[in-house]
Every structure is written in structure tokens, then in C-alpha cells.
């Protein structure tokens, strides 16, 4: 029986619209075949109780995970995420340099255009308890009736000065009118109306801020999403390379279109800083960094740390499997909902949708489910609905809009960011399970017929197995700026596709595993010239997919392009650094996080090995983008990446532990 995961184990990037994946240099490495389907984890007593196959998650053979390239060494066991802080990503920018949070302070001036220094609105102050308030205001849902009074002057210039600070000093974000309140004249502060905000005018060189985002165990759509309100902006207006894990310490660049530095600066969010400001001329777009730095620590380390060393250094030189990881599915099963799609099985991919609202007992959604499920009446089933997105709105809507059977139409109103994800889950669903036939079957050598994309040549330009595959323009802020994406894309679909090359008889001495892509299947890629792009096929019949065409087409000109892309079978992680560090408190920070450093905390020292009730592991490593490194630490523990398999472990080793310090103690009392 497959066994089950925990909640929230090692991710990395969480979907970003638009990945790549890049190979290093070493062509002369000499990989030999050792593979085997993934064993039972090294736990630290017999099996795992409670992990049954009763829960919601994904399990890795349910979306083709099933294959390790080293089972040679003997694996050694550690906690995988014990605590968020143990696992730290760092965007890397396309010039190789890591990002990373090292001012919060200096605010870059504006140029050109409406410049001016509004930071005091012309001298005014609010006193220290008013600017408090004020402050908190901003912290707030704009939509929420929230508001602060401040009792007015009796001379009218005073008062245009508050009105004046209010709009300066808050960059347009909150409104001041004249309101009585208790008998008393008072000056009422709240955020501004739909449409009402404050325009400032931009010069090109100030049309973008760009900035570094840290957050602490928080969503990256969520915390953009709250940055834009506070600003009085839009979610439109912000645009980043890609999504970053939630239960995780991230640091990443943003960029937010006409949006002052100084209104940024004054936000105050739980477990966010943002800082390192610079204004530029153009957005971030997804897929414009190089990858990712991981900092993470596996607690608990059980084993011989000979092994640790062989099963690092296999990982380093060897590689894993590039497997897309259990975080582009979700617990929904998106990739059963894209191929729902993609056979015409319409209702069936509606009804997946709308299942969602059960997930959620004991709240509206779970109201609207029961009302959804008696009824099938999209109005009363909306009425227990909050106005948020999300897709379950969107086919309501729809259904509402084109009928109660127009199930295709209904679809087409999701966003196509939401859409996207679905159909490429579906993808991804197919490049795992024909690499895990491939690398079972035919081993670690390219054959003949294999498609190919030398590392020299991903490098001379950003292969984006996803890109092509990946692109949404839902981060664009206007219809030209989804157009010129468009184009980009295809153009580097175009240069992709110009330096994809054919393994042959004659060439084949030329390349190894580490060049060796497997398509991911759409409109435009094209499928090896030999068993494999049968397999494919085979696949695709099985499923009852005719084809995946270039462009999925819900109704009029709404639609979401599948053109498709390339994907190494085996990636390799650069800069790899390990350690053993030992330590007696459980939940000690045992690595720093931007904040620690700027805030000059020292990080923990190992303990001499006598004197350490704990062992961890402390990895360093580089991934390129598009790659997960819970697929390279599955490679190196042999260990069960789903969720509930984490919390089974987890929980069946915090209650070892539990009995071992009372045993210890129980064994010192009859010493005493």
C-alpha cells in the first residue's frame, strides 16, 4: 500500500507561470544505470502507523513518481521541514547573483515627471496616536468600513492640511471629508472608493518600482495581493518572476507599475518586509530569473554520516530525476480536471471544480456545496458565496450566464491563470510518467531517436521547458503587454527548437543523459522519433485525448494556449554544500533568514557531539528554475514526499523521542 504525506513538506516554486530548466557543463561525466522504483523509507522504527490512503493527498505513483537513478547507497533518515523556518529560498536574477533583503531604509527619490518629496506633505505631522491609527488603517482590507477620526480645527487652512497630508502622505490610498460625530466637527479618514485614488504622473524611468519581498510562512499571491490594496494599486499592477513556496522563508524580487517607493515603505504587514527599492523602466516578468537558492535543514539526522556524504555526493554528480513535483497538483488533482477538459468531458470538469466547496466544512463554501448539490441552481448556490475569486464563482457565473447545461462556456470564465494551471498539470502528468518508463526501461544513456538540447546551447539562451509551455499573461497590466509576451514567447519557442537536435547512430557519442528532453506535450512540441514517442501516443489514446491542441478554445476568442515545451529528464544541482550540526534545543533556528542578519543575530554553533541530545543536516544547493528540490531530496533519503507521509512520520517520532527522555530521566532518577 502507497503510503500517505504530510502537510506542507519541502517545496520549492510553487507554479510559477513560466519555468526552465538548465543543465551544467560536465558533458564527460561518466553516469552509470542504477535504478530502482522507489523503496520504503528509512524510518526509525518499522512502519509508519496512520498512513493509509484515505486522505485527499496526491500520491507520487498517482502522478508517474515512481523511479530513483542512486540505490546504491545506503539511505540515512531526517525530518523533512519540522519547522518553516528550516527551509529558506533565495530568487537567483539571471546574472547569477542571489537575491537577498539588506536595506529597509533607503528610499530612492523620484525623477522626472511629479517628483516631489511628499513625504511630510509640506511639513504637516500627525500627532504620534493619530499616525498610529492611520498606520493601522493601512494594514486593513480596503474593503472594509473601517475608519479614523480626527477631530477638525477650527481654522480652515488647518484643515486643508490634514485633507492635503491625508492624500499625500498616503499616496492616494485613503479620502478625508468633513463628518459630525458626537456633536463634534471631525475630519473622517478612510480608504478611497473604487476609481478615486490619487493619479501621480510617472516619467519612464519611475514607471516600475522593483523591490525584495521576504515573507515568513505566507502565500505569495495572498501577500502581492494585500501589498496592492494597501497601495490603493491593483493586483494587475504587480508582476514577479514566479510564485514562491508558502510554508517557507522566500526572498524574491517584485516589481509594481506606478507605484511610489515611499508608499511601499510604509506598509505594515505581518511576517512580510519588503525593502532593497530601485525604480526601472521595465517589469519582472515570470521566468526572467535563473533560479532558486535553498538553504534547508533536515532535523533529527539518523544515520551514518558516511552515508549522508555518499548519497550527496551521488546527488551532485549524478543528478535526479526532473520530475515534476507533487506541488504541481495539488490536492485538488488539477491534472484530472485538465484531462477532463481535453477529452470534452465538460460536466465532469465542473462538477470537479465545484467539489471544492466541500473541502472547506463548517463555512459558506461548505453551505453552497449542500445548496449546489439539492439544487443545482447557480443563483442560490452564489448567495452563500463571499464575492472573492475563485473559480467556483467563475462557472456559478458562467452557468448562470449561458445555462444550466452550457458546462464548456461556463469553464471559460475561470481566469486563465486558474485554466492554465489545470491543463498543465495534465502536461506534467504525461512528462512523469513516460520519464519514469523511460529512465525504468531504457536506463541512463541517450538512444537513438531521443530528442536533445546540449548544455552549451540552453545556456546561450533561457529555455523555459514551460515558458512556451507556461505563459500567462495574467501579471500583465495591459492587452499590448500580453501581446509582446506572446511574441516573446514564440520567438523563444522558435530558438528552441532551432538548437533541438536528434540523437542518431552517428551522433550519439556526443551526448549523455543530462542533454536529453522529454517533451511536454502541446500544439507546437514535437515527440522523439522513437518508443518513446510512442509512448506518448499510447498515452494520449489511453486518456482519450485525440490531441492537445495550440490553442484551447472555450467560446468567442476565450481561450488558453497549450503550444507546449521541452523538459530535461535529468537535472543536476550546482553549488552543493552539506553539514552535520549538533544541538539539544529542539526548536533552535539552526540557519539565518535575511531579517536575522539585518538585525545582527548570530547563528547557532554546533554543540561538541557528546553534549548534543540532536543531529541535523544543513544543505546548501541551486536549482535551476522548473526544478523541485523535494525531487532532489527524495533522491538523496529515499523518502515519501507526500504530506501526510511527513506527519506520520513526524508524529511518530516526536512520541519516540517523547519516550526516550523518559526513559533517560526515569533511568537518572534510579541512579540518584
Known amino acids: 500500500m502507497a503510503s500517505e504525506r504530510s502537510p506542507n513538506l519541502l517545496s520549492d516554486d510553487i507554479e510559477p507561470p513560466a519555468k526552465r530548466a538548465k543543465l551544467e557543463d560536465d558533458e564527460s561525466l561518466d553516469v552509470k544505470c542504477d535504478i530502482a522504483p522507489v523503496a520504503q523509507p528509512n524510518e526509525p522504527s518499522g512502519q509508519v502507523e496512520g498512513t493509509a490512503t484515505g486522505s485527499d493527498d496526491v500520491l507520487e505513483p498517482e502522478v508517474g513518481i515512481s523511479q530513483l537513478i542512486n540505490t546504491s547507497s545506503p539511505r540515512f533518515f531526517a525530518l523533512l521541514k519540522e519547522r518553516y523556518s528550516d527551509f529558506i529560498v533565495h530568487e537567483i536574477r539571471r546574472d547569477g547573483s542571489v537575491v537577498r533583503l539588506t536595506n529597509t531604509t533607503t528610499i530612492p527619490k523620484l525623477t522626472g515627471g511629479d517628483c516631489q518629496d511628499v513625504s511630510s506633505a509640506d511639513g504637516y505631522q500627525f500627532p504620534e496616536e493619530i499616525r498610529t491609527r492611520l498606520d493601522d488603517l493601512m494594514t486593513k482590507d480596503k474593503r472594509s468600513k473601517q475608519y479614523v477620526d480626527i477631530e477638525a480645527p477650527s481654522e480652515k487652512e488647518d484643515r486643508k492640511a490634514i485633507h492635503h497630508a491625508v492624500r499625500q502622505q498616503f499616496h492616494g490610498a485613503l479620502e478625508s471629508s468633513m ?314 519557442f522558435s530558438k528552441v527548437e532551432e538548437m533541438l537536435q536528434v540523437v542518431t547512430e552517428e551522433n550519439i557519442s556526443e551526448f549523455t543523459i543530462f542533454d536529453v528532453v522529454l517533451p511536454i506535450v502541446g500544439g507546437r512540441s514535437r515527440l522523439p522519433d522513437n518508443v518513446v514517442g ?5 498515452l494520449l489514446r489511453e486518456h482519450g485525448v485525440e490531441q492537445i491542441p495550440a490553442f484551447f478554445q472555450f467560446y468567442g476568442d476565450r481561450g488558453i494556449p497549450l503550444p507546449g515545451g521541452y523538459r530535461h529528464m535529468v537535472a543536476r544541482p550546482a553549488d552543493v554544500n552539506w553539514r552535520v550540526v549538533h544541538y539539544s534545543d529542539r526548536y533552535a533556528s539552526l540557519v539565518l533568514s535575511d531579517l536575522d542578519v539585518l538585525e545582527g543575530k548570530e547563528e547557532i554553533q554546533s554543540l561538541p557531539a557528546d553534549e548534543a541530545e540532536y543531529r541535523a543536516v544543513l544543505l546548501e544547493f541551486s536549482l535551476k528554475t522548473s526544478c523541485y528540490a523535494t525531487m532532489a531530496l527524495r533522491e538523496v533519503c529515499n523518502v515519501d514526499t507526500s504530506s501526510s507521509h511527513q506527519a506520520a512520520v513526524s508524529k511518530r517520532l516526536k512520541s519516540e523521542l517523547a519516550q526516550t527522555k523518559l526513559a533517560s530521566e526515569k533511568q537518572q532518577q534510579q541512579q540518584q
Not at 461548505?366 to 452564489?382: G, H, I, Q
Not at 510512442?534 to 499510447?538: M, R, S
Open 534 to 538: 510512442e509512448w506518448y501516443q499510447a
Open 179 to 492: 463628518k459630525e460625530a458626537k456633536g463634534k466637527q471631525v475630519i473622517r479618514v478612510k480608504f478611497c472608493g473604487k476609481g478615486r485614488q490619487v493619479r501621480r504622473k510617472f516619467s519612464p524611468e519611475n514607471e516600475y518600482v522593483k523591490f525584495v519581498l521576504l515573507k515568513f510562512n505566507q502565500d505569495s499571491f495572498g501577500v502581492i495581493s494585500n501589498l496592492a490594496n494597501m497601495c490603493g494599486s491593483r493586483r494587475a499592477c504587480f508582476s514577479s518572476c514566479g510564485l514562491k513556496d508558502r510554508r517557507a522563508i522566500t526572498a524574491q524580487e517584485v516589481t509594481a507599475r506606478r507605484v511610489t517607493a515611499e508608499a511601499l515603505s510604509t506598509i505594515k504587514l505581518n511576517s512580510v518586509k519588503v525593502g532593497n527599492f530601485q525604480y526601472t523602466t521595465t517589469p519582472l516578468r515570470a521566468g526572467d530569473h535563473s533560479g532558486n537558492r535553498f538553504t534547508l535543514v533536515l532535523r533529527h539526522f539518523q544515520g551514518s554520516e558516511d552515508h549522508l556524504n555518499a548519497g550527496m555526493q551521488s546527488l551532485k554528480d549524478r543528478g535526479f530525476i526532473n520530475y515534476f513535483g507533487l506541488q504541481r497538483f495539488s490536492t485538488s488533482r488539477t491534472h484530472l480536471f485538465g484531462k477532463a477538459i481535453l477529452t470534452g468531458h465538460y460536466q465532469d470538469a465542473v462538477d470537479m471544480v465545484l467539489d471544492g466547496l466541500r473541502r472547506f466544512p463548517g463555512n459558506n463554501r461548505a453551505n453552497a456545496y449542500r445548496v449546489w448539490m439539492e439544487t443545482k441552481d447557480p443563483d442560490a448556490t452564489l448567495s452563500h458565496l463571499y464575492k472573492s475569486h475563485s473559480a467556483e464563482r467563475d462557472v456559478l457565473h458562467g452557468l448562470k450566464k449561458h445555462g444550466a447545461e452550457a458546462y464548456k462556456e461556463a469553464l471559460g470564465h475561470i481566469t486563465p491563470s486558474t485554466l492554465s494551471l489545470y491543463f498543465h498539470a495534465y502536461q506534467a502528468w504525461l512528462f512523469n510518467l513516460v520519464a519514469s518508463r523511460r529512465i525504468n526501461e531504457l536506463g541512463l544513456q541517450p538512444i537513438v531517436g531521443d530528442l536533445v538540447l546540449p548544455a552549451s546551447a540552453v545556456n546561450a539562451v533561457d529555455l523555459n521547458d514551460g515558458s512556451v509551455e507556461e505563459s500567462a499573461p495574467a501579471e500583465n497590466d495591459s492587452a499590448s503587454a500580453s501581446g509582446d509576451a506572446r511574441c516573446s514567447e514564440k520567438s523563444k
